[in-house]
């Protein structure tokens, strides 16, 4: 089955400055890459997500990049607020067979931006 | 609307207990899912409902038991469950199997004593 490496499991950034996520995947044929972000006691907020066939996706201050052949993704966020602050979760998703509903997820990231 | 909610926020049961977690969407989407989340911990996938029928169970106890009663609602029956079953349990939903962005809802924080 998938596997999915997320790092760092820790990662402490001063405000304003960027912040980046780093996950792998094992299963060549997952084509689906969201990324999670958890505030302490909320629901996984879906924050941005990519398919395979593009190699990068920004909305405003978060960008996800993907690449097939290292089979890695990134999560990259700019001008880092302190609302920022929470657990970032990376997962991937196949396509084959009846894992089209199957999430496998990363360990998850604790980002910390202090003012 | 583009919410899950779900019932009760918090819940408390002994392990003699029976006791039921409701999920809506009403969103028209047409996957629903469960997952248990411990602390410090990814979600974990319980169950998935596709088109109301039952399409994943990822060898869950029998002591959790789903239902979708119809394509807006989602329970999860509880019985005779163990201190370990105490965690969070998330709801979540998805257009279809091709449009699978899952979007969550608040959870049930659940301890059994």
């Known amino acids: 089955g998938e596997n999915v490496e997320q790092h760092p499991s820790t990662l402490s950034v001063q405000e304003g400055d960027s912040a980046v996520i780093k996950c792998t995947y094992s299963?060549?044929?997952?084509?689906?890459f969201p990324w999670y972000k958890q505030e302490l006691g909320k629901r996984p907020q879906l924050i941005i997500d990519?398919?395979?066939?593009?190699g990068e996706k920004k909305d405003q201050r978060i960008a996800v990049t993907l690449n097939k052949t290292a089979k890695h993704f990134s999560l990259h966020i700019t001008e880092t607020q302190p609302e920022d602050s929470a657990v970032y979760f990376c997962a991937a998703s196949s396509a084959s067979g009846g894992s089209n509903y199957k999430l496998t997820f990363g360990k998850g990231t604790l980002l910390t931006v202090n003012p | 609307d583009t919410e899950v909610t779900q019932t009760p926020k918090h819940l408390v049961m002994g392990m003699t207990n029976k006791k039921s977690l409701k999920c809506e969407q009403h969103?028209?989407?047409?996957?629903m899912y469960w997952y248990k989340q411990k602390a410090k911990k990814p979600p974990e996938l319980m169950f998935v409902?596709?088109?109301?029928?039952?399409?994943i169970n990822e060898s869950v106890p029998s002591r959790f038991s789903p239902e979708c009663p119809n394509s807006s609602l989602l329970n999860l029956h509880l019985h005779a469950l163990q201190p370990e079953d105490s965690a969070l349990y998330l709801c979540a939903s998805s257009q279809d199997r091709v449009r699978r962005s899952q979007y969550f809802g608040p959870g049930t924080r659940l301890t059994v004593t």
């Open positions: 409902y596709s088109y109301e029928k039952l399409s």
């Open positions: 990519i398919r395979s066939n593009v």
């Open positions: 299963d060549s044929a997952s084509n689906y």
């Open positions: 969103m028209g989407h047409r996957a």
